[in-house]
């Protein structure tokens, strides 16, 4: 009966995760399938073609949106990733100085803040900024400003766990052996905190990448990334070629997931090997 009862649960249990994964992943199966359809008929799979990513070329908005978003995602995603660095290293090596309270807080504020207050208070910062000085104009500079400030919450999130895990004594031997401080942090710590960084940065990058709410109010005159594109024209009606954008941009975080998962793997290895 205890052996029946078992079986039943794990069968219940492998049930339900294969629903649940249905349910996240058949509308993305939907969507790549139906960029390759023939017609622009919903919900009709009329015959394979490849019609709608040549039209997708053939866009100026949608490309000119795309290499905005992948400059936009490549510095913002790098700026987040060095100001988390340094922010995790602040708060997990020093835990008593004046402010940590509060520091650690607003590090942490974009994790929790609706993304639409984030992005009007920006906009009239940047508003209140421009008035002032005369700079700087609403455009790339203001977006990256932008996703760098919710990237960098995450990416400090990411990289102050691994440094906590971190083995202190091979610093502390490092210094013994008379490295100063910053050799340390640059020959030590960074390289044993390297998979947290990447994961920070592709983490970072993907936000950027895929941000519609902060691009609205941080962007200018002729300045829209691509999700902003996607959306625009989802609003007036079904067209293709979004599929077709959507599919690439899923193809594309996929594959920066896959590559870093296997670059975990193989330090894996190796830490293994040496072992």
């Given at each position: 009966?205890?052996?029946?009862?078992?079986?039943?649960?794990?069968?219940?249990?492998?049930?339900?995760?294969?629903?649940?994964?249905?349910?996240?992943?058949?509308?993305?199966?939907?969507?790549?399938?139906?960029?390759?359809?023939?017609?622009?008929?919903?919900?009709?799979?009329?015959?394979?073609?490849?019609?709608?990513?040549?039209?997708?070329?053939?866009?100026?908005?949608?490309?000119?949106g795309f290499f905005l978003s992948l400059r936009v995602a490549?510095?913002?995603?790098?700026?987040?990733?060095?100001?988390?660095?340094?922010?995790?290293?602040?708060?997990?090596?020093?835990?008593?100085?004046?402010?940590?309270?509060?520091?650690?807080?607003?590090?942490?504020?974009?994790?929790?803040?609706?993304?639409?207050?984030?992005?009007?208070?920006?906009?009239?910062?940047?508003?209140?900024?421009?008035?002032?000085?005369?700079?700087?104009?609403?455009?790339?500079?203001?977006?990256?400003?932008?996703?760098?400030?919710?990237?960098m919450a995450y990416a400090t999130v990411v990289i102050q766990?691994?440094?906590?895990?971190?083995?202190?004594?091979?610093?502390?031997?490092?210094m013994d052996l008379g490295c100063r401080p910053l050799q340390?942090?640059?020959?030590?710590?960074?390289?044993?905190?390297?998979?947290?960084?990447?994961?920070?940065?592709?983490?970072?990058?993907?936000?950027?990448?895929?941000?519609?709410?902060?691009?609205?109010?941080?962007?200018?005159?002729?300045?829209?990334?691509?999700?902003?594109?996607?959306?625009?024209?989802?609003?007036?009606?079904?067209?293709?070629?979004?599929?077709?954008?959507?599919?690439?941009?899923?193809?594309?975080?996929?594959?920066?997931?896959?590559?870093?998962?296997?670059?975990?793997?193989?330090?894996?290895?190796?830490?293994?090997?040496?072992?």
């Open positions: 009966m205890q052996g029946f009862t078992r079986w039943m649960e794990q069968r219940i249990g492998r049930m339900w995760l294969l629903l649940v994964f249905l349910f996240l992943y058949a509308p993305l199966a939907f969507l790549i399938v139906f960029s390759f359809n023939s017609t622009r008929q919903d919900g009709i799979f009329t015959g394979f073609s490849m019609r709608w990513y040549t039209a997708l070329l053939e866009d100026s908005r949608l490309v000119q490549l510095i913002s995603a790098t700026l987040s990733t060095i100001l988390g660095t340094f922010a995790a290293f602040v708060l997990v090596r020093y835990k008593r100085f004046r402010g940590r309270a509060m520091f650690s807080g607003m590090v942490g504020a974009p994790l929790v803040m609706p993304e639409v207050i984030i992005g009007l208070s920006l906009l009239l910062l940047m508003v209140s900024v421009q008035r002032m000085l005369g700079w700087p104009d609403r455009g790339m500079l203001t977006i990256v400003l932008g996703h760098t400030l919710l990237g766990s691994r440094l906590r895990e971190m083995d202190r004594s091979i610093e502390e031997a490092a340390v942090f640059f020959l030590v710590t960074l390289p044993n905190i390297a998979a947290a960084l990447m994961a920070a940065w592709l983490l970072a990058f993907t936000l950027s990448f895929d941000d519609v709410v902060i691009s609205e109010f941080l962007s200018g005159p002729g300045v829209t990334t691509l999700p902003q594109v996607i959306f625009s024209y989802a609003r007036r009606g079904v067209n293709p070629s979004i599929y077709a954008a959507a599919t690439i941009l899923i193809c594309s975080i996929t594959l920066g997931v896959l590559a870093y998962g296997l670059y975990v793997w193989r330090k894996q290895q190796r830490q293994e090997q040496r072992k």
